[in-house]
């Protein structure tokens, strides 16, 4: 599965109904209303599903899901 489709599937699993239905690469990541423990889960699916290890500062640094998406296709690429 791609890692854009992979995280638009978990980012809708993990939100409400309302804001499922507006979930795109552009949504700002504090929009979307999770709470920490389920970000973390969101980002832990996602490296146990790509193989790849995110790191705190780049985490905090996320503001959008295209952001978390890149950061996620950058470490398959080997681009750290």
């Known amino acids: 599965m791609q890692v854009r489709g992979k995280t638009l599937q978990l980012l809708a699993r993990h939100t409400n109904e309302a ?3 507006h979930i795109g690469m552009e949504s700002r990541i504090e929009d979307l209303e999770l709470d920490s423990l389920t970000m973390f889960e969101i980002v832990f699916e996602l490296e146990e599903c790509f193989g790849v290890e995110l790191d705190e500062r780049e985490l905090a640094s996320m503001k959008t ?3 978390l998406v890149e ?3 950058k470490k398959l690429a080997g681009e750290d």
């Open 71 to 73: 950061s996620v296709e």
């Open 65 to 67: 899901v295209r952001d």
């Open 19 to 21: 804001s499922r239905e």
